[in-house]
């Protein structure tokens, strides 16, 4: 009898230090992702987006757009193209005191990626001086064109020049002139909390898809800030709960995060 109760207290005993390993092992902590480079979106608590045109300004469309955006009291981001921001500098010096932010889009929009890092600095470097001569304020924000640029040009960008790399997360694919309902369907249904949403104040078709557009991301609650205030905003992602008991956990491969 002695023997038995000794034998049952030594299996429970072992049956709860068996249960040690398994509670550790749910806290092992998962490798952290690579510091980002480029910005596609932002993690924000709250409905914020914000608006970016590109490759303006344009004599006829941007102050259309700019009437717009102040009608509808919403700040945007213009990156601009240098040799556009050289010949209008009024446009831009009125869409900075409307509030808006000015980024760097290069000189003549060519391809990073395929140019001599020397070329690449005087492209942005020209278009920077361009900015500041018409408005006062330095660029803080570069786009390149097309969204190109090698791992070491974004390096440097960053690194030396200072400048946060901005792409985007929702494309309406408005420079295929596809017509203002579709640019305006595509850009209502991409948007999230946090998107950078991509388009150009330099064809007619998406000047014309704003009215509806802003209409309708308004009646979705969402709030317009220019890319450097979104910045402000971010918020680290909130993990993913994991369940208290690693055994019951699903395998990471069916989790819908990553
Ligand atoms: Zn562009």
Redesign the pocket.
């Known amino acids: 009898m002695l023997r038995f109760l000794a034998a049952l207290f030594f299996s429970i005993s072992m049956a709860s230090l068996a249960q040690e390993p398994a509670a550790t092992t749910a806290t092992t902590p998962v490798p952290s992702p690579a510091p980002k480079t480029t910005i596609s979106s932002v993690h924000v608590d709250g409905p914020y987006i914000a608006l970016t045109f ?2 303006g300004p344009d004599r006829k469309l941007t102050p259309r757009l700019l009437d717009l955006l102040a009608q509808h009291h919403i700040h945007a981001t213009f990156f601009v193209v240098g040799e556009n921001a050289a010949q209008y500098p009024e446009i831009l010096q009125r869409a900075v005191r409307e509030g808006h932010e000015i980024g760097n ?1 290069s000189w003549s ?1 060519p391809n990073f990626a395929k140019m001599s890092e020397e070329s690449v600095r005087s492209q942005i470097r020209r278009t920077e001086e361009a900015i500041v001569n018409a408005t006062g304020v330095h660029p803080t924000l570069l786009r390149p ?1 097309y969204g190109a640029i090698t791992t070491r040009e974004k390096r440097w960008v960053r690194n030396d020049l200072g400048y946060e790399i901005i792409l985007w997360d929702v494309d309406p694919l408005d420079w295929r002139n596809p017509g203002p309902t579709v640019v305006t369907n595509r850009i209502v249904k991409e948007t999230r909390a946090g998107s950078i949403v991509l388009s ?1 104040d330099i064809h007619a078709q998406t000047i014309e898809a704003m009215p509806e557009t802003l209409r309708e991301l308004e009646e979705k609650g969402f709030k317009f800030v220019t890319v450097s205030e979104l910045l402000k905003m971010a918020t680290a992602p909130t993990p993913s709960p994991k369940p208290v008991n690693a055994a019951a956990s699903p395998s990471p491969a069916l989790s819908p995060s990553g």
């Open positions: 590109d490759d889009h929009h064109p150009h």
